[in-house]
């Protein structure tokens, strides 16, 4: 794969193996994570959207049956642990606004409040952090961790 930016061209490159051309690709996925040549992580986040889609109406189907307890742990263990997988490489892409807003939509279902309310109280009153604030968190910690690394 060979990475550019929206600015640069690609070059052609015949990279060969034993005698066999290599293919190109645009996209690959490693260890969960879809990487794209230009690394915008759209790819990556139209991959997950339908997941956290079906958490949330996981999360709505089963709301007036459960606590509120239940239903913020069934976000955590469903909905947030596919929202943070790599949060540290793609949480500052644009396109991380979709995954916020189905945060959001999630996060009203679970209080059970109108779709255009604001949800800012309620991530307070719930303990659960917006994608960005999480974004941020997740970096700190990287950071933190292997400080060794970052003299």
């Known amino acids: 794969m060979q990475f550019v930016n929206k600015n640069s061209y690609q070059i052609d490159l015949n990279i060969r193996h034993k005698n066999e051309k290599i293919a190109k690709t645009c996209t690959t996925k490693f260890l969960g994570l879809i990487i794209e040549n230009m690394l915008s992580w759209k790819t990556h986040i139209d991959n997950i959207v339908p997941k956290l889609s079906s958490a949330t109406f996981a999360i709505r189907t089963v709301k007036p049956y459960l606590s509120l307890d239940s239903l913020k742990m069934i976000y955590y263990s469903y909905f947030y642990s596919i929202m943070t ?10 396109y991380s606004t979709t995954i916020f ?36 968190l997740s970096l700190l910690l990287f950071v933190i961790r292997n400080r060794n690394y970052f003299k």
Not at 85 to 94: A, D, K
Request: hydrophobic letters at 35%; a positive charge; proline letters at 2%.
């Open 85 to 94: 997988y790599g949060i540290i490489f793609w949480g500052n892409s644009y």
């Open 101 to 136: 807003r189905l945060q959001k939509r999630t996060i009203r279902i679970i209080v059970g409040v109108r779709s255009r309310d604001s949800c800012r109280e309620y991530f307070k009153k719930l303990k659960i952090l917006p994608l960005q604030s999480q974004y941020i």
